[in-house]
C-alpha cells in the first residue's frame, strides 16, 4: 500500500461550508482529516443538490479527478509488482528499499509545501506542477541505467505525488457543494479498487513481454487525458487567495524530518565508520522537528490521542514494509513469475476496502478501540504467516490467503483511527491533529521501509539473485534469513501496536483535545485552518 491511498475517505467528514478558502496542510503521506466542524444538531446539512457528481455541471471534474487518483493508484500497485525486475537489471538489489521510502520521504514534504501553496494561490498552479513532476519522476526512473537514479526518480515522483493529492483535496473543497463532497471522497476510495486488481496483471504482463520500464514510461502519456478533460472545469474555480504568507515554519520542520530521515537511511545502508556523520545529522533535523509535529507523549504512547497517533504510523510502516519485499521474496525463493507474485497482494487492496466498511457499522462504534487493537492482531498474524512460505512443501497461496487478512486488520485499523483522532480532538484542534496523524502515517512508512531494507542487507540480502527470465522457475537463492528477519521485525511492530490499541482512550481525567500525559499537536494552526479529508 501507498502514500497515496483513499480507503479512509469515506468516513472524513467533508471540510465546514464556514471556511472561505479551504487549507491543505499536510504534511504525511495520506491527507489529513476534516478540520473543524459545525455541530450537526446546531447546523443540519443542506438538502441534496438536484445533480450529482456524475451530473452536468461536475461530471467533467469528477471524471478527471477519479482518473488521476486511479492512474496514481495504478502506478503504486505497479511498482511493487516490477520492482524484483528492476533491482535484477540494474543490479541494486542492496537498494531496493529504498526505491520505495524514496517516495514516502519527498512526498511529506511536498504535502506541506501544496498545502501552503493551495491557499495562498490556489490548487491550479500546485496541482499541475504536482503532475508534471510525477511524469517527470516516472521519466527519470523508467529510463534509468543505474539503480540510485531509479531511487531518484522515485523521489521526485513523490514530490508530485504529494502536490497532486493535497490539491486535488483543494478542488472538492472548492468545486462541490457541501452535500456532494462526501459522494467525491467516496469515489477516492473507490478509484483504487479496479488499479489493485488490475494493476499487478497489467504491470507483471509487461514486464514479461516489453520490459519493465514501459510500467514506468506509459503512465505520463494517459494523464493527458483526464488533464484535457477536467482543465475548462478547473478554470472555473473562484479565484479565492488566503493569506499571501505562507506558515513557513511548518514547511521547514517538514523538510527537516524529510532530510533527517533521508540521511539515516543512506547512512544506514553504508553501515561503515563514515556512516556515522550522515547518522549524527539526520538525528539533529530529525529529533528536534518530529517531536514538534506530533503530540506531546507520542513516543511514550501517552493515553489517548497521542496512542491514536502513534497507532497510525505503527500500521501503516509495518503493512507498507512488509509488502514491499512479498514479490521479490516469491520471485528469488519461490521462483513466480513477476505476475503471479504481484496479484498476490490483490486481496489484500480488496479486504482493506472491506475492513474499512465493516468499522464503520454504527452498531460497533462503542468498540472502536477493541477494533483498532483486532486489526493489528490480524496484521501481526498475517505478516508473521508470510515468511513460512520459505518452507520446503509450504504453499505459495498462503502468502495471499496472509494478506487478505492484513488487508481486512488494517482496514478496520486505519479507517478507525481517522474516526477516533476526531472524536477526541477538541474542534479548534482537529485540523493540526489530524495533520499530526498523517505525519505519523509517513514516518512510520520511512522509518519501517528503511529498517527492513537494513535488515536485508545485513542477513545477506544484497546477495539475492532475480532471474533474468521471471517466467522460468529459478532456484533457491539461498538468502532466505534475509526475508525472515524483514517479516519477523515488522509482525514485532505490529504487535506493539497491539499493546498501544490498548492505550487508546483517555485517562479518566482527560479531556478530549488534550489527553493527560501531552498537550495538543503541535503547531497550531494559522487563521487558514487547515481541511484536508483522508486517503489511503
Not at 482518473?67 to 524484483?84: H, K
Not at 473507490?190 to 509487461?206: E, R, Y
Not at 539473485?465 to 514485532?492: L, R, Y
Amino acid at each position: 500500500m501507498t502514500a497515496v491511498d483513499p480507503h479512509d475517505a469515506a468516513e472524513v467528514p467533508p471540510p465546514a461550508p464556514a471556511l472561505a478558502a479551504p487549507s491543505m496542510v499536510d504534511t504525511g503521506a495520506r491527507p489529513a482529516a476534516a478540520a473543524p466542524l459545525a455541530d450537526p444538531a446546531a447546523s443540519p446539512l443542506p438538502a441534496p443538490p438536484a445533480e450529482g457528481v456524475l451530473g452536468r455541471t461536475y461530471r467533467a471534474l469528477t471524471l478527471g479527478i477519479i482518473s488521476v487518483v486511479s492512474l496514481i493508484a495504478f502506478e503504486a500497485s505497479a511498482v511493487n509488482t516490477a520492482m524484483p525486475a528492476v533491482g535484477h537489471a540494474l543490479d541494486g538489489i542492496e537498494l531496493y528499499a529504498f526505491a520505495f521510502s524514496a517516495y514516502f520521504t519527498a512526498s511529506l514534504f511536498a504535502m506541506a509545501l501544496s498545502g501552503e501553496w493551495c491557499d495562498r494561490g490556489g490548487p491550479l498552479a500546485p496541482l499541475f506542477t504536482g503532475i508534471a513532476t510525477f511524469g517527470a519522476g516516472l521519466v527519470v526512473a523508467g529510463s534509468a541505467q543505474q539503480m540510485w537514479l531509479f531511487v531518484a526518480g522515485r523521489g521526485v515522483q513523490g514530490i508530485g505525488g504529494g502536490l497532486v493529492i493535497v490539491a486535488l483535496y483543494v478542488v472538492v473543497g472548492r468545486a462541490y457543494p457541501e452535500a456532494l463532497r462526501p459522494s467525491v471522497l467516496a469515489a477516492f476510495s473507490a478509484a483504487w479498487v479496479l488499479p489493485v486488481i488490475v494493476g499487478p496483471l497489467v504491470a507483471g504482463t509487461v514486464t514479461e513481454h516489453l520490459g519493465w520500464r514501459w510500467v514506468f514510461l506509459s503512465i505520463p502519456v494517459l494523464v493527458l487525458l483526464p488533464l484535457t478533460v477536467m482543465l475548462p472545469a478547473l478554470r472555473k474555480l473562484p479565484s479565492r487567495r488566503g493569506d499571501d504568507r505562507m506558515d513557513r515554519r511548518r514547511i521547514l520542520l517538514a523538510l527537516a524530518v524529510a532530510a533527517g530521515a533521508g540521511l539515516l537511511q543512506y547512512a544506514a545502508q553504508r553501515r561503515d565508520w563514515v556512516a556515522v556523520v550522515p547518522a549524527a545529522a539526520g538525528l539533529v533535523l530529525l529529533a528536534p522537528a518530529i517531536v514538534r509535529l506530533l503530540p506531546k507523549g507520542t513516543f511514550r504512547a501517552a493515553r489517548g490521542l497521542p496512542s491514536v497517533v502513534l497507532i497510525r504510523g505503527l500500521a501503516a510502516g509495518s503493512l507498507l514494509a512488509a509488502e514491499s519485499f512479498i514479490p521479490l521474496m516469491l520471485v528469488t525463493e519461490r521462483g513466480l513469475s513477476t505476475t503471479l507474485a504481484g496479484l498476490s497482494l490483490t486481496g489484500g487492496g480488496l479486504t482493506w476496502a472491506l475492513g474499512s466498511y465493516t468499522q464503520s457499522r454504527p452498531r460497533l462504534e462503542p468498540y472502536r478501540e477493541r477494533i483498532m487493537g483486532i486489526g493489528m492482531l490480524l496484521m501481526t498474524a498475517a505478516i508473521l504467516a508470510v515468511p513460512l512460505v520459505l518452507l520446503n512443501g509450504v504453499p505459495v497461496w498462503i502468502v495471499a490467503a496472509a494478506w487478505i487478512v492484513a488487508g481486512f486488520g488494517m482496514g478496520l485499523n486505519i479507517s478507525s483511527g481517522s474516526v477516533l483522532l476526531l472524536k477526541l480532538s477538541r474542534p479548534q484542534d482537529a485540523g493540526s491533529n489530524s495533520a499530526s496523524l498523517q505525519v505519523s502515517d509517513a514516518l512510520g512508512n520511512i522509518t519501517f521501509v528503511g529498517l527492513s531494507g537494513l535488515l536485508f542487507s545485513a542477513f545477506g540480502g544484497a546477495a539475492v539473485a532475480v532471474s533474468a527470465t521471471p517466467d522460468v522457475t529459478n532456484a533457491a537463492s539461498g538468502q532466505p534469513a534475509a526475508f525472515a528477519a524483514v517479516f519477523v521485525a515488522m509482525a514485532a511492530v505490529a504487535l506493539t501496536g497491539t499493546w498501544v490499541a490498548t492505550r487508546l482512550k483517555p485517562a479518566a481525567d482527560g479531556r478530549a483535545g488534550a489527553p493527560s500525559g501531552g498537550a495538543k499537536t503541535a503547531p497550531a494552526p494559522h487563521p487558514r485552518t487547515p481541511s484536508a479529508p483522508a486517503e489511503r
